[in-house]
């Protein structure tokens, strides 16, 4: 091997952290291109440009490569969430943005397909950072709405994740069934969401 092509060979050396990014930006690619059926060994080493050797070096299997998909994606989620700027910085305008980039995140990034996969298939339990992102969001924000339990927000997070993954799943299609024009699901889920957080700050 020539000098020339080893040098190279080392300025692309990715760290395991690149790597492993890497290796989840080609399976989120994949899951959006095609679903999360297609989310396998070899496709995802392909799309990543390394060896199947390689992809199991820092997953273990492509279940470990899903489930840390699914938990960047929640992380990337929690981090837009709490990212949103309100007058108020938290509370009932805050839960009203961040309502709107739950759903935002589950109809464009294909978290609600993965979320889904993994439920169908007996894997929900892989989901093991959403109890922790919830909760980060109520401690942060939520929970400080006057009047509005921790408890009760949390119902409303429940609410908002259930429909979110529901439309984002099935709205559009349903939608059309039904003669409904573009977004009406998404609408319809945020009317009801928004009236019972609207009902939780009047204390009704």
Known sequence: MSIANSDCRTRHRRSPEASRANILAAAEAILLASGPQDLKLAEVAKGAGVANATVLHHFGSIDGVQTALMER????????????????????????????????????????????????????????????????????????????????????????????????????????????PPGRAREVALGILQARLDAAARGA
């Open 73 to 180: 994606m929640i992380r990337q989620l929690v981090d837009d969430v709490l990212s949103i700027t309100v007058a108020e910085g938290q509370g009932a305008a805050f839960a009203g943005a961040g309502m709107l980039a739950l759903f935002d995140a589950f109809e464009a990034q294909g978290a609600a397909r993965l979320a889904a996969w993994l439920a169908l298939t007996g894997e929900a339990s892989r989901m093991t950072g959403v109890r922790g992102a919830v909760q980060e969001v109520i401690d942060a924000r939520i929970s400080h709405i006057e009047g509005v339990s921790a408890e009760v927000m949390g119902d409303f997070i429940l609410g908002c994740v259930t429909y979110a993954l529901g439309v984002g799943l099935f709205g559009a299609p349903l939608g059309e069934l039904l003669g409904k």
